[in-house]
């Protein structure tokens, strides 16, 4: 399933189209918000028809919406056909996460690969991780990237973080980003978060819009607007090699 606005978005001189994923609500939803605020095109993705109408304020200011569930693989490809046929996307910030059950594998790390091989290539990717990264194990026999089975969320954030790392040695032209946001008080995070709400999205839309020069760089591992070192297997080439050889065998489709 898949939906989009029926003709491609009007670029507005400078300002940059940027798809977000996971936008209903949290972090996905606040960087709609400022981006939009900052006069950029954005596109917004929601899991189903039914959620379309938690994004009806941003529609109403200019964003366009895909729907489709990216813990589907079908679903997935619809949205990235949904967002080609937008026209080129400057950047794509993966947002979309989960914390616990089956679906973790699927829309943590599935997707982003699936949506970074299939959209046309942006000049810049953004993928969220966490510090929960750091636990994450560099092991990828047996993993169930299906989700039959309940998937480990660092192990996730590991993935998606390898990910940014390998796709930035791929595509020397594309500035590819992982993101720690922080803990902060979103349905994730829960209330009780301690970290500072609009800090864990600033990072997101300065590496996906900003011409500072830090922000036009690729393969850093970022906690607010800060570059840190992330775990020793995302800088790893034959892991990273062994993990996009993983996901292409599952998803029969090949970052190139």
């Known amino acids: 399933m898949g939906a989009a606005t029926p003709t491609p978005l009007a670029r507005n001189g400078l300002m940059a189209r940027v798809f977000i994923t996971g936008s209903a609500d949290g972090l996905g939803r606040l960087a709609a918000q400022t981006l939009l605020d900052d006069r950029h095109e954005v596109v917004v993705n929601v899991r189903n028809s039914d959620r379309v109408e938690a994004v009806g304020d941003l529609v109403d200011r200019g964003a366009a919406v895909v729907v489709?569930?990216?813990?589907?693989?079908?679903?997935?490809?619809?949205?990235?056909?949904?967002?080609?046929?937008?026209?080129?996307?400057?950047?794509?910030?993966?947002?979309?996460?989960?914390?616990?059950?089956?679906?973790?594998?699927?829309?943590?790390?599935?997707?982003?690969?699936?949506?970074?091989?299939?959209?046309?290539?942006?000049?810049?990717?953004?993928?969220?991780?966490?510090?929960?990264?750091?636990?994450?194990?560099?092991?990828?026999?047996?993993?169930?990237?299906?989700?039959?089975?309940?998937?480990?969320?660092?192990?996730?954030?590991?993935?998606?973080?390898?990910?940014?790392?390998?796709?930035?040695?791929?595509?020397?032209?594309?500035?590819?980003?992982?993101v720690d946001p922080g803990w902060v008080p979103t349905k994730m995070g829960g209330p009780r978060a301690p970290d500072d709400l609009r800090l864990g999205h600033v990072t997101q839309e300065w590496l996906a819009t900003s011409d500072d020069p830090e922000a036009r760089t690729s393969g850093g591992y970022w906690h607010h607007q800060r570059r840190t070192e992330p775990h020793s297997a995302v800088r790893d080439p034959q892991f990273q090699d062994q993990l996009l050889d993983a996901l292409a065998r599952y998803t029969g489709t090949r970052i190139n």
């Open 68 to 178: 489709g569930d990216l813990a589907d693989l079908e679903q997935t490809r619809s949205i990235a056909r949904d967002v080609n046929r937008l026209g080129r996307i400057d950047a794509v910030i993966h947002n979309a996460g989960v914390y616990t059950g089956p679906q973790v594998l699927p829309v943590n790390i599935v997707a982003p690969y699936l949506l970074t091989a299939l959209i046309d290539q942006p000049q810049r990717l953004v993928y969220l991780s966490s510090s929960d990264h750091y636990n994450g194990r560099a092991m990828l026999d047996g993993v169930d990237w299906s989700g039959q089975t309940a998937g480990s969320y660092s192990d996730s954030k590991l993935f998606v973080t390898t990910l940014a790392a390998a796709v930035a040695r791929l595509w020397p032209d594309v500035f590819s980003n992982a």
